[in-house]
């Protein structure tokens, strides 16, 4: 166990559908980010979330959004889903948001999102 | 914009042998972190190795060792007495020290399969 938990481990939607991932990050670590992890494009940095404010964005697209709470979770939602967004998502958290001050970056096991 | 190659979709190894798997990056940046991931079929990422630029010593984990040529931007890992638990997907990452944009997010490779024969 790395420390950072994801839920739902699986998702199966249709297309059009919304969901929300969430992640709690290790315990004492004040950024989250998140990764879309999928065959053809492999892991691709979605958005940084350092102490409840947006850090970065990455190649995230406008039907995507994040937020982190003040218990530092983050969710990820996801909305009029297609077939195309079917991949494992990722989070990853640092004790700063540099990263720096860890051995690197924990990750979570992963949402697997499929969409049908 | 930095970018990480694995030119190596897929490599095997026997058991007990030695196997390289090769990465190299792009980066106008001086100062940086890389890394080696491993993500086995329970697709948890697992950091297995990290190196610092301004370090001209590589980096060791037990059987885990890179050759980290900074002029030639290459970040090779060796694993030595290969064994059947190292089969996963490895992932080579870069991190910059600095960041004017304050994200320091991970760009990774496309990973490399490493399969482990008996």
């Known amino acids: 166990d790395s420390g950072v938990t994801q839920t739902p481990k699986h998702l199966i939607t249709a297309t059009g559908q919304r969901v929300t991932l969430r992640c709690s990050p290790r315990?004492?670590?004040?950024?989250v980010y998140w990764y879309q992890q999928s065959l053809d494009q492999g892991l691709q940095f979605l958005i940084q979330y350092y102490n409840g404010e947006e850090r970065a964005k990455g190649n995230i697209l406008e039907r995507f959004s994040a937020q982190q709470f003040p218990d530092l979770h983050s969710e990820l939602n996801l909305s009029s889903l297609e077939l195309g967004d079917s991949a494992l998502y990722f989070c990853?958290?640092?004790?700063?948001?540099?990263?720096?001050?860890?051995?690197?970056?924990?990750f979570g096991s992963g949402t697997r999102l499929t969409v049908v | 914009a930095q970018t990480v190659t694995q030119s190596q979709p897929e490599m095997s190894v026997q058991e007990a042998e030695t196997v390289t798997l090769s990465c190299t990056y792009d980066?106008?940046?001086?100062?940086?972190?890389l890394f080696w991931y491993k993500q086995p079929p329970s697709r948890q990422m697992i950091l297995v190795i990290r190196?610092?630029?301004?370090?001209?010593q590589n980096a060791t984990e037990n059987r885990f060792s890179v050759n980290f040529q900074k002029a030639a931007k290459s970040f090779s890992l060796k694993i030595s007495d290969s064994q059947l638990g190292d089969a996963a997907m490895y992932f080579c990452a870069y991190r910059p020290t600095y960041s004017g944009a304050g994200s320091y997010q991970l760009t990774f490779g496309k990973g490399t399969k490493l399969s482990v024969i008996p």
């Open positions: 980066t106008s940046e001086s100062d940086y972190y």
């Open positions: 315990s004492g670590d004040l950024s």
């Open positions: 990853a958290s640092t004790k700063d948001p540099t990263g720096a001050s860890s051995a690197g970056y924990t």
């Open positions: 190196q610092e630029a301004y370090k001209q």
